[in-house]
């Protein structure tokens, strides 16, 4: 058992479930943008879960962060999940510094330039009317300007403008700052790679690898989960491959045959190329090749990421960069995708690919064994991926933030469309800014709506958890529930 102090002279800390002897899963889940309170969001999702009655508040002894708890859920009453569930809390938000006005406006304005910000993102048709009106807006002002300037002269218009100008300007002013300061900055410092975020991004990925790293290190947990909102989505997508770079090679001892790895190879080396009727296929090839990886010694317990309002889906906007395209990246294994990528040879005149998992040696004293190993950009072979997301309807409903991941990360991504799970409000809160983005798990009241094309959100999260209120299926058939279907 390992177990952690702040110094070699001090007693081991207890962890979670240690010396019960049962199942436990682990599920992180990681906040998106703003000024989030530690634990807060983590409060938030279980109550939201319908949870709330079942869930233990108990001390977080696998962070370092004092401010946080876990959540933990047993299913008593034959609520909730059977198996033994504790819920954490990846808190980055004490790590994002401050950005001025100016630096999140040239993020904006950069972001602007980009081919991809005129076409192929999903954000292309709303970005390119906002760049439109700003244009118009820009040229009616200069309109007026030399108006006012011809008709009343220089002086007036620079020391006698209309109050309600100054005041419609002023309370603009204020709350565009606290926008730009205190929500898209965390963006814009997390999602730039300049030297002036590097430090901010390294805290971040660090906070989440050492979590990682005890979760897996502990040998209480069968399984982990990532859960990952908003810019959380991006950062649980960074850490997963980070950490699957330290865990993806197999036990000398535990070598043999790797019958999963070889049908990956096989059958799903093109990220591109499944349809939206194989998924489900996909999916229980990676649970089987994720039993496989662990058969042969591969410190690997994370089983699923779901994203929810992940921008990822506008990752060709974001994600280019000045020395390379997503494209490039995904193809040099710095972004994985789902299937992964296969091997590129490095060589400009070559295209020989090796597959995603790949044969190495394996060494020990003078004893050689041969054994399939996943490349450090295949996180998503035994790894599934579920992404949720509000579809955008009429421009105005939706979440602006999401969209389908398939295009961009992968087709072996299963995308699922959701609506609300709260209350009905009136239509105007639905064009509030944001309001959609942040009602991923607004809690469940009376019996759920449906509707063409999409599932309810509280439901379809829960189900994608092993979260159901019923007792936990088995594999198979929670595969089914998660597909939004009966065996």
Not at 276 to 291: A, K
Not at 309 to 332: C, E, K, N, W, Y
Request: hydrophobic residues 40%.
């Amino acid at each position: 058992m390992t177990t952690w102090g702040t110094t070699p002279t001090e007693p081991p800390r207890p962890v979670a479930g240690e010396g019960d002897g049962r199942v436990r899963r682990a599920v992180v889940l990681i906040h998106g943008i703003g000024e989030q309170e530690p634990t807060g969001t983590l409060r938030g999702f279980v109550d939201g879960l319908g949870l709330g009655e079942d869930a233990w508040s108990k001390p977080d002894r696998v962070s370092d962060n004092l401010e946080l708890r876990r959540m933990s859920v047993y299913g008593r009453s034959g609520r909730g999940s059977s198996v033994p569930t504790d819920l954490y809390e990846l808190y980055w938000a004490h790590h994002a510094p401050e950005s001025t006005v100016p630096q999140v406006l040239r993020w904006l304005a950069r972001l602007l330039r980009r081919r991809s910000a005129w076409s192929g993102s999903p954000s292309a048709p709303v970005l390119n009317v906002l760049t439109l009106l700003l244009v118009l807006t820009l040229a009616a002002a200069v309109v007026i300007a030399v108006v006012m300037v011809w008709r009343e002269g220089v002086r007036a218009w620079l020391t006698e403008p209309p109050f309600w100008v100054v005041l419609g300007l002023a309370v603009v002013q204020s709350g565009l700052r606290q926008v730009l300061t205190h929500r898209l900055a965390d963006a814009e410092r997390y999602l730039t790679p300049d030297p002036a975020g590097v430090a901010a991004r390294t805290a971040i990925r660090n906070e989440g690898l050492e979590l990682m790293r005890r979760l897996h290190a502990v040998e209480v947990y069968d399984e982990v989960v990532v859960v990952g909102h908003s810019l959380g989505s991006v950062i649980g997508s960074d850490i997963l491959r980070l950490y699957w770079d330290e865990a993806r090679h197999p036990a000398f001892e535990k070598v043999g045959p790797q019958p999963e790895a070889e049908r990956l190879v096989l059958d799903y080396s093109d990220p591109l190329g499944l349809e939206r009727g194989e998924v489900d296929v996909f999916q229980h090839v990676q649970r089987r090749l994720w039993r496989e990886c662990r058969q042969r010694g591969v410190p690997w317990l994370v089983t699923d990421f779901v994203t929810l309002g992940s921008p990822l889906a506008h990752g060709r906007l974001l994600l280019d960069t000045r020395a390379s395209s997503l494209q490039r990246r995904q193809d040099d294994l710095e972004l994985p995708m789902c299937p992964p990528m296969p091997s590129l040879a490095p060589t400009a005149e070559a295209d020989d690919r090796s597959g995603a998992f790949y044969p190495t040696v394996l060494r020990k004293g003078e004893l050689e064994r041969t054994a399939l190993v996943g490349n450090h950009g295949a996180p998503f072979g035994p790894t599934r991926w579920t992404n949720l997301y509000f579809p955008r309807r009429a421009w105005l409903y939706g979440d602006p933030v999401a969209g389908p991941l398939r295009p961009t990360f992968g087709t072996g991504i299963r995308d699922l469309a959701v609506h609300h799970s709260g209350p009905h409000r009136r239509w105007w809160h639905r064009l509030l800014p944001m309001h959609a983005h942040l009602r991923y798990w607004a809690p469940l009241q009376g019996p759920p709506r449906e509707r063409a094309g999409t599932v309810e959100s509280v439901p379809a999260l829960r189900a994608v958890l092993g979260l159901q209120q019923e007792d936990q299926p088995g594999d198979e058939e929670q595969d089914h529930h998660r597909a939004g279907r009966t065996p």
